[in-house]
């Protein structure tokens, strides 16, 4: 199991209301799982208790059989580090770094990570080199990022967080600005790719008509229990 979380309450302070309650959610090795729902539904919330960002109050937060919640920062930074891919949002390249080193850059903080990349492809260069060209992106491997557009960035955000096969590969509503043949394009590359890797995708969206492309949909607003929850829970 990759993910197991049990009887979790979150607040963003010991007075504030909870923001998320999940009795139980699990998420097995090798599944492409999309989790949906609106604003205020806790979907930031959530990401962050995967990634160990946060952690919890109350309630255990699994991953890789790890309780999350049990780890010191540093701890939780370094196992992040190692075994967590994250798609932003808003892709955070960094700007003054060509194509190929944002796609190299996890490898740096991680070497369990660079160890993996450059088992499979004989160094880091090659490894990202392969991840880009899966994507369409064998063309621009020196180009700066600034350069490129919104859907050329997405996909290098996307081989920077699968280099290194990590086991977990978070996505953080990384379609938002595609359009809908885009969309689903980029999801079906991010599926071949972590089926390569071996990789366990979650994907986080409100708009729902991506989920029949998954293997499970998990709606986090029926499954969310807390009262009281801000706009800003994500």
Not at 211 to 219: D, G, K, P, V
Request: glycine share 6%.
């Amino acid at each position: 199991m990759i993910i197991e979380i049990d009887n979790l309450t979150f607040r963003w302070s010991v007075a504030a209301p909870p923001v998320l309650v999940l009795d139980r959610l699990q998420v097995e090795a090798g599944e492409q799982v999309f989790i949906e729902g609106p604003s205020g539904s806790g979907k930031s919330t959530l990401l962050s208790l995967l990634a160990g960002v946060t952690t919890t109050g109350q309630g255990s937060v699994r991953v890789l059989g790890r309780p999350l919640e049990q780890l010191r920062s540093v701890e939780r930074d370094h196992f992040r580090a190692n075994h967590i891919g994250y798609i932003f949002q808003m892709f955070n390249l960094i700007p003054y770094l060509s194509v190929v080193d944002n796609v190299i850059l996890p490898c740096r903080f991680s070497a369990v990570r660079r160890d993996k990349a450059v088992a499979r492809a004989g160094s880091l260069e090659k490894a990202a080199g392969r991840l880009l060209e899966h994507l369409d992106m064998a063309d621009l491997l020196e180009r700066p990022v600034t350069m490129l557009s919104v859907g050329q960035q997405q996909r290098v955000a996307a081989a920077r967080a699968l280099i290194g096969s990590p086991e977990l590969l978070i996505a953080d509503e990384p379609t938002s600005s595609l359009d809908s043949d885009r969309r689903e394009s980029f999801i079906r590359l991010l599926f071949s790719e972590c089926r390569e890797s071996g990789s366990t995708l979650v994907f986080v969206s409100h708009d729902r008509s991506l989920e029949a492309l998954f293997h499970r949909t998990i709606r986090l607003a029926d499954l969310n229990t807390a009262t009281g929850r801000p706009a800003l829970a994500g």
